[in-house]
């Protein structure tokens, strides 16, 4: 199976027929990676200067903004340069969500925009912890914002210029990835999920949901003979390109390259076309347990 599904967009805002986003919406859910190598986000002669690594904290791996507060995060920059860094990143807020709405109409309205971020650090060569190495295989779980069966969608620019690709690597699927990690997994407790939530390492309870996703992504991680053997994909994404993926469902490492946009984006399960290729449902179904709250408060993500 071919990872990527190619759409040769060219334009952030640019219509597409019917029969395009219906065959979009069926690749990404389906875990493919929706590919597209002719959509450059440009930058301006100021912005280019703000790719400089040096502007990113130390031990930060990205500068994140948050499109509610329009706040940016992580950054070591001039007054000036954060305006400018605020600009760019609302501006691929915008272009990310309005790409998103175009590709999938079915998830207007339903979807919920998270952080974005300006990936600026080489990532090969960077020194972390195993869980934040994210050159190792891994399905996406966030240990502090559960997301209790949200999906995370992911949309993602190379904007280097200097010609410079970022290399990713993909697994297996994610069906195979749980049925491999869930026998390592121990249920999680109720008091559990309230003293995490009491002692606010978690912003929200952690359902059974995020508490398998955190050990399926930490497992993995941990797991090098894992690493080593299982079969991958290489991949190699261009400046001028960008791609969407739900990075909860595809395994994936980012193995090098440097200069990325991001921006996150929540998905309710019930805004799926195919729940039934969902992380949720498929964790459910192996487990034969509900994994999520029902209720809106503990799962909503911030
Ligand atoms: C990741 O989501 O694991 C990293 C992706 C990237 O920065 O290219
Ligand atoms: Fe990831």
């Known amino acids: 199976m071919d990872i990527l599904k190619n759409i040769p967009m060219t334009h952030w805002d640019s219509p597409i027929d019917n ?33 400089s690594p040096t502007l990113t904290s130390q031990k930060r791996k990205n500068i994140s903004f948050n499109p ?29 969500l309005g790409l998103v709405n175009i590709l999938f109409p079915g998830y207007q309205q339903k979807i919920i925009p998270g952080r974005a971020s300006l990936r600026t650090v ?20 966030f240990s502090s914002t559960p997301v209790n069966g949200r999906r995370i969608l992911r949309v993602f620019s190379n904007i ?38 009491l002692f606010k390492i978690t912003k929200t309870v952690r359902s059974a949901y995020d508490h398998f996703m955190l050990n399926i992504h930490n497992k993995m991680k941990k797991d090098m003979a894992y690493q080593e053997s299982v079969i991958k994909t290489t991949l190699t994404l261009p400046p001028q390109s960008s791609w969407i993926v739900y990075t909860d469902q595809v ?14 984006f929540y998905l309710p399960p019930t805004a799926l076309h195919y729940p039934e290729t969902s992380p949720l449902h498929i964790l459910e179904e192996l487990l034969k347990q509900p994994l999520v709250f029902k209720h809106k408060q503990a799962g909503s993500t911030a």
Do not use: C
């Open 68 to 96: 509610l507060t329009l706040d940016v995060q992580g950054d070591m920059s001039t007054a000036e340069q954060h305006i400018q860094l605020n600009h760019l990143m609302q501006r691929y807020s915008q272009k990310s």
């Open 160 to 197: 280097n210029q200097n010609g410079v690709a970022r290399i990713w690597q993909t697994g297996e699927s994610f069906k195979t990835v749980a049925m491999r990690f869930i026998p390592q997994i121990q249920s999680i407790s109720a008091i559990e999920q309230h003293l995490l939530r």
């Open 251 to 264: 395994s994936h490492a980012a193995i090098s390259g440097v200069g990325v946009l991001e921006q996150t």
């Open 19 to 51: 029969k395009t986003s219906e065959e979009a919406v069926h690749a990404l859910e389906h875990g493919k990676i929706i590919f597209l190598p002719g959509l450059n986000f440009s930058l301006n002669e100021d912005e280019i200067q703000l790719l």
């Open 122 to 141: 080489e990532i090969s060569g960077r020194n972390s912890s195993y869980k934040k190495d994210d050159s190792r295989l891994h399905v996406d779980s």
